[in-house]
């Protein structure tokens, strides 16, 4: 029998000490960025969005391809290509760690949405209080002195 698999990942991580250090004007080429790095890993981005503080993609991931290499790649060599390409000047590097939940596909169109939408949600709700709320929808322990 062959490996089948329906896996979509919500993905979120922040900058280190969440500094607002991704400028709109340079979101776009992160984006592809990032998106090269997903195909190069045999994933499909879904949509991908960042505040200026923060990042959210929606993918899905090959079998043979476990969910903290994928981050450990997109952070690692996105690091990389900032820092060689001075697209954020101020950029010092991501945060460690990383929020990650899984959806079905019937989730897929509300999740794509939610994170098209993110510049409208933030003029009402923090990063904090919008993570607080995805790690508490989710089920997930967490201790509030880590959202800071």
């Known amino acids: 029998m062959s490996t089948y698999t329906q896996i979509f990942y919500h993905i979120v991580f922040s900058t280190k000490d969440r500094q607002k250090t991704l400028v709109e004007s ?23 969005n ?17 969910l903290a290499d994928l981050i450990k790649s997109i952070k690692g060599a996105s690091w990389h290509w900032i820092r060689e390409s001075g697209v954020f000047p101020e950029f010092l590097q991501w945060q460690q760690g990383y929020g990650a939940f899984t959806h079905s596909e019937a989730e897929k169109a509300r999740i794509i949405a939610y994170i098209k939408d993110q510049q409208d949600h933030h003029r009402q709700v923090t990063f904090k209080d919008e993570l607080r709320t995805l790690l508490t929808d989710a089920g997930v322990e967490f201790e509030e002195k880590y959202l800071s």
């Open 26 to 48: 340079g979101r776009e080429e992160l984006y592809r960025y990032i998106l090269g790095i997903v195909k190069n890993k045999q994933g499909h981005l879904y949509r991908i």
């Open 50 to 66: 960042a505040m200026e503080d923060h990042l959210h993609l929606f993918c899905d991931l090959h079998p043979t391809v476990c």
